[in-house]
C-alpha cells in the first residue's frame, strides 16, 4: 500500500484498542508477529429494530476502510507517545525493540484483503472482509476493520429499508444534528450506497460529488415574523433568490391554514416570471392527512408537479405507515393516491444516520486459519453454542441463484472446493445436522463468487469502487432478491448453508477442541 | 477567536447543513446577516432507554464543540466547491458576493458563547448552551453544535448511570469496535466526563492525558492452541512480558474448568517472582456465577485482592442484576458478598459508546431573541403544544439547593431577573398555569447561576476545562442530586421551573402569535 505521513494520534494508527498493541507486542517477543494468520469479518444476526427484524443487510464501509488502512501509519510521534507508558511497576510498558519494529514495519503494508464489494446485499455468517497476511498487523487493524464497516453496515441497511419503504420515491438523508459527533460523514456516506439519494451533509457530499441537498428551517420564518414580517415575506425572499430551487417550508405557522395558501401564493408569482417552483416541506403534525390536503390545494392552483417533501422522526414503519393512510385518505378529497404518492419526497434524519432501535451491528473479527510448518491450519474459537462458533479454515463463499434469476442461498466452503462441477450441490444447515437441502445443478443459474480481492500484500489489486458504482451493486442485488425476504416485517429467512466439507471441518474442529465432559461444570451451564 | 486554516471539506466549515448556506446567502442578500440574535440549545425530554428513562443529564461535548469553532473557517478550497454548485436552472446558486463575505467573515469569531459547564447535571428545556452574535454565523453552527454536544450528552449520561449502579466500582470504555466510525474518540471523551474511569481507545485516551487500558483477546489464546499449545502457554507469555499488569482472560476454553485454574497457577508463579498480579477478566456465560466460583478459587489460592473484570454487552441494568445476584449467590459459597463486589471492574462497550436503545439525544437549536430597533425583541415558534414551545427571550438559569445542600430546583428566568432578592421564590410549571410552588428564601441555602460565557465576541474569556475539573463537576453535583433523582427507573422528576416574568412573557407572545381559532383546522388536529 501507499504510505503517507501517520496524522494526529486520533486518527492515526493509534486508532486502535490498547490491547492489539500489548497483543502485538508478546506475539513480536515470542517471534509470532510475522506469522501468517486469517481474520474473517462477520456478523451473526440480523439488525433487529424491536419490533421487526431485517431480512438482509447491505454492505458499506469498506472504501473507508482501505483509505484509512493505506494512508495511516506509525508515525514518531505515536512511537513516543506509546514509549511513555508505564506499566504498574512504573517500568516502560512497551519496549524499545518493538517500538522500533512499529514504526518501521506496524503499518498495514504486508496485509491482504478480500471482501464483499459495498452495496451488495450480505448475509449472516458469511465473511464481509478476509484479512490475510502477518499475525501483529492483523491484529491491529481489528479495531479500525470492525469500527468502520460495522456502522457504516448498520446505516447502509437502514437506509436501503426505508427507499424500499418509500416505493422508491427520493430519500434525503438529513441526520447530520443527531449523528454521532464525526460519524455524520461516515453516516451519510453508508446512506448513499445503501438508498438515500442525497444528504444535506455538505462537506462529505461534495466529496463524494454528489450536491447537497436542504430546504429551509422555521427560524428563517420565524425571523421574518419576529422583525414585524409575516409568513409570506420570507417565503417570497427565499422565491426572489432561489427561483429554480424554491421549496417552502409550511408549517411554522399554521399549515393549511397560513402556510400552504401562502405558498401557493408565492407559487403563483413565480409562474408569472415563468419560473417553476419546487414544493413544499411538511415537518409537523399529522404528515398523511396534511399531504393529502396540501396536494389538493396544490393541484387546484395549478401546481400538480409541485413536490411535497415530509420529515420528522420518519423511518421505514412510519413511512409505510404515512402511504397506507394516503392511499385510503386521499379519494376522500378526490385524489389518485398515486398521484399524490408519486410527488413524496422524504427527509430522513435520526433513525437513519443512528439506526435508532438497532443502533449497532454486532460484525465480529475471528481468527480462522494460522500458517504452521508450511501449511494454513484451521482454527476454532468454541462458543456457547454451534451458532455462535465461527466457521474456521480459509472459506470460500458463493451466492447461487435460481432459474429465475432470484438469489436462492449463499453458500459457504472451502477453498479449493468448486460448487460448480457438482451435478446436485448439498447446503448443508450451519448449525443443525440434521437439515440439508439438494439442490439439482439445473435448478441454479448461476453460482456467483462473493469476495473480490483488493490488497495483495499491501498493494491495491482491484480499485474500492466509486459511490454510484455501489449503489448498482445495490439496485441489482435487491432486484436479485425475493420479495419475501424484503418484507419489512417478518421477512422469510434467507439460507445461508454450508458444503459437506466445511460443516465436516468444522465438527471435527469442535470434537478436537471441546474440553472432556468432566472438565467443569461451566461449560454446560453455558450451553 | 483564533483563526486556521480550513481543514479539509469533511471535517472543516463545511461540516454543516447545506440549509445553513442557502439560509446565510439569503440573509446576506436582504441585510440581515449581521444582525444580532440569541440562539438557545436544549433537550426536551430526557432519554428514554425503552424500560427505564433517565432522571438527569450530564453535560458534555463543549469543549469538542469550542475547539471546532475556533479552529475553523471557510477556505477558498470551500468556497470554490460551493462556487461550483448549479441552481435548478444551471446558474450558480451562491453569488461571487455572499461567497466573498463567507471566506471573510462566514467563520466565527464574532459569536459570544454562553454554556452550562461541561460534566455539569443538565435537565429538560434549561438552555445548556445560549449562542449570540450576528444571524448568519449562528445560524450556520446550529449543525456543528448540535453534532458535538447531543451525541456527547448521551454517552456521558449513559456513562454516569452504568457508573452509579456499577457503586462506584471502575468503569473502563472498551466500545470502540461498534461506536459509530469517527465518533469512537467523542464517545469515549464523553464516557470519560461522565463516568468511566478509563478507555481502551488508544489516541484519544493518550491526547486526553490518561493512560489507555485493555485485557487481552480470545484470539491470543485461540493462537497458541492452534500452533499446539495450551492456555497455560498463552497465560505464562503474557505473565512473563507484563509481570506487573498480568490480566488474564480466563473463558477462551472452560472459565472453572481450565481458565481459572491455569490463571492461579500463572498468579502462584509472578508471587514467587515477587509480583503481585492484576486479575482475570471474565466476557461470557453467567457472569455473576462466574464471579462468585472464581472469587472463591482466587482467595483460596491466597489472591483476594486479585481484580475479576467483567464485560460482554454490560449496561446499568446488567450490572445491577449481576451485583444484586452476586448479593445472594456469595454466601452460599461462604463469601461476604461485599468483598466480591469490591473486586470487580466493569469494562462496558457497545451500550455505552452507542447509548443502545436511546442513540440520539433530542437537542434542539432556537431562535429566542432579535435584535431590534436597539432593543433585543423575545421570539417564540408556536408548536404542538406549550411544552414543545421553545421559552423565548434572553433567559438566566438558576439552580436551588436547598437546606441539605441537595439541588431542589432549576429555575429558569429572565436576564436582569435576581431571584435571591424575593423573601419568597414562586416557582411556576413550565407549561401548567395552575402549578406553582412557592417557596421562602430562607429554606434556600444557594442560588446559583449555571451559565458560564466562555466566548465573548470570539474572544475566549473562560478556558474550557480539563478532563479533570469537568469530572469532578460531575462528582459533586451527583453528589448534590437526591437519591430518587439518580434511582435507575421510574426516577423523581426533577423540578425545572420558571420565573413569574418568563411565564408571562410566554403566555403573552403565544397569545399575540397564535392564528385566529377560525385560521384553518390543522392547529386543532395538531393540539
Chains 1, 2 share one sequence.
Request: one cysteine or more; hydrophobic letters at 40%; proline letters at 6%.
Amino acid at each position: 500500500m501507499r504510505k503517507k505521513a501517520g496524522g494526529t494520534p486520533a486518527f492515526g494508527a493509534l486508532f486502535t484498542d490498547f490491547y492489539q498493541l500489548t497483543m502485538a507486542q508478546l506475539y513480536f517477543k515470542v517471534g509470532l508477529h510475522g506469522r501468517p494468520v486469517q481474520f474473517d469479518h462477520f456478523f451473526r444476526e440480523y439488525p433487529d429494530y424491536g419490533s421487526h427484524q431485517a431480512g438482509y443487510c447491505v454492505n458499506a464501509g469498506l472504501g473507508t476502510l482501505l483509505e484509512w488502512a493505506r494512508s495511516v501509519r506509525f508515525c514518531r510521534k505515536d512511537v513516543k507517545i506509546l514509549g511513555a507508558l508505564p506499566s504498574r511497576g512504573g517500568k516502560p510498558l512497551f519496549a524499545r525493540d518493538f517500538l522500533r519494529w512499529l514504526l518501521a514495519d506496524g503499518d498495514f503494508s504486508s496485509l491482504s484483503i478480500r471482501a464483499v464489494p459495498e452495496g451488495r446485499v450480505i448475509h449472516p455468517q458469511v465473511p464481509i472482509t478476509v484479512v490475510r497476511g502477518p499475525l501483529a498487523p492483523a491484529q491491529i487493524l481489528e479495531s479500525a476493520l470492525l469500527n468502520k464497516i460495522n456502522y457504516q453496515v448498520a446505516v447502509a441497511t437502514r437506509a436501503a429499508r426505508i427507499k424500499f419503504s418509500a416505493r422508491n420515491r427520493p430519500v434525503l438523508e438529513f441526520g447530520m444534528r443527531r449523528a454521532h459527533g464525526a460519524a455524520a460523514d461516515e453516516g451519510a456516506r453508508a446512506a448513499l450506497i445503501g438508498g438515500a439519494d442525497f444528504t444535506s451533509n455538505t462537506g462529505i457530499s461534495c466529496r463524494l460529488g454528489i450536491p447537497p441537498k436542504g430546504t429551509q428551517a422555521h427560524s428563517l420564518i420565524q425571523l421574518f415574523i419576529s422583525l414585524g414580517g409575516e409568513e409570506i415575506d420570507a417565503f417570497r425572499a427565499y422565491a426572489d433568490l432561489y427561483p429554480d430551487d424554491c421549496l417552502l417550508l409550511v408549517d411554522t405557522v399554521d399549515t393549511l391554514g397560513s402556510g400552504v395558501p401562502n405558498a401557493v401564493r408565492v407559487f403563483e408569482e413565480l409562474r408569472k416570471k415563468g419560473r417553476r417552483p419546487l414544493g413544499i416541506r411538511l415537518d409537523s403534525g399529522d404528515l398523511a392527512h396534511l399531504t393529502v390536503r396540501s396536494a389538493a390545494m396544490l393541484d387546484q392552483a395549478g401546481f400538480p408537479d409541485a413536490a411535497i417533501v415530509l420529515s420528522n422522526q420518519l423511518d421505514e414503519m412510519l413511512i409505510w405507515q404515512i402511504i397506507t393512510q394516503i392511499v385510503s385518505e386521499a379519494p376522500v378529497y378526490g385524489l389518485d393516491p398515486d398521484r399524490v404518492i408519486e410527488r413524496l419526497i422524504f427527509g430522513v434524519g435520526t433513525r437513519l444516520i443512528t439506526s435508532e432501535s438497532a443502533s449497532s451491528l454486532g460484525g465480529v473479527y475471528k481468527l480462522t486459519a494460522v500458517r504452521h510448518q508450511g501449511e494454513w491450519r484451521p482454527t476454532i474459537k468454541l462458543s456457547d453454542s454451534i451458532d455462535k462458533t465461527p466457521n474456521p479454515g480459509n472459506k470460500n463463499v458463493w451466492r447461487l441463484y435460481d432459474r429465475r434469476g432470484k438469489a436462492m442461498a449463499d453458500l459457504l466452503g472451502l477453498e479449493g472446493e468448486d460448487p460448480g462441477v457438482h451435478s446436485r450441490l448439498i447446503l448443508r444447515h450451519p448449525s443443525d445436522a440434521d437439515t440439508y437441502r439438494v439442490v439439482r445443478r439445473e435448478e441454479i443459474s448461476r453460482i456467483e463468487p462473493l469476495l473480490q480481492e483488493y490488497v495483495r500484500e499491501g498493494k491495491e489489486v482491484f480499485p474500492p469502487p466509486a459511490l454510484e458504482e455501489t449503489r448498482e451493486a445495490r439496485r441489482a442485488d435487491l432486484d436479485r432478491l425475493d420479495d419475501g425476504v424484503k418484507r419489512l416485517v417478518n421477512p422469510h429467512i434467507y439460507h445461508v448453508s454450508m458444503t459437506s466439507r466445511l460443516w465436516d471441518l468444522k465438527q471435527e474442529l469442535i470434537a478436537r477442541t471441546r474440553p472432556p465432559l468432566n472438565a467443569g461444570v461451566n461449560r454446560e451451564e453455558k450451553l
